[in-house]
């Protein structure tokens, strides 16, 4: 048995191994329904855990799809009302397929240090 490439981690703790296609669909349906706010995808071969992609969803009902390789300034986000369109840039992401960077109009995610 091999060692799983993604993980996927849902709000209510849920985890889902190396989750395909149709499954990433379901967990977007889960969210649309209120089951749950968001997921978190892992590649796990980054002991970092800095390499990921999640998706929120919003108060008005869209999604909040970010991406971060590495450091704080690799952090991105976008946003989308279209559940299709999050779907195909995780499950690009996840299958390393190219055009998933240009589906969407992201901007770097900045955090602020409050003291």
Do not use: C
């Amino acid at each position: 048995m091999t060692a799983p490439l993604l993980r996927v981690r849902m709000e209510s703790g849920q985890i889902w191994d190396d989750p395909s296609d149709d499954l990433l669909f379901e967990l977007l349906s889960d969210m649309e329904r209120g089951n749950e706010q968001f997921l978190v995808m892992d590649r796990l071969a980054d002991v970092t855990g800095q390499t990921f992609v999640q998706v929120a969803r919003t108060e008005v009902g869209g999604y909040q799809v970010e991406y971060r390789e590495g450091d704080a300034d690799r952090h991105f986000q976008a946003f989308t009302e279209d559940k299709r369109i999050a779907h195909s840039v995780i499950t690009s992401w996840a299958f390393e397929l190219p055009g998933w960077r240009n589906a969407l109009p992201w901007v770097p995610l900045r955090f602020t240090n409050y003291r």
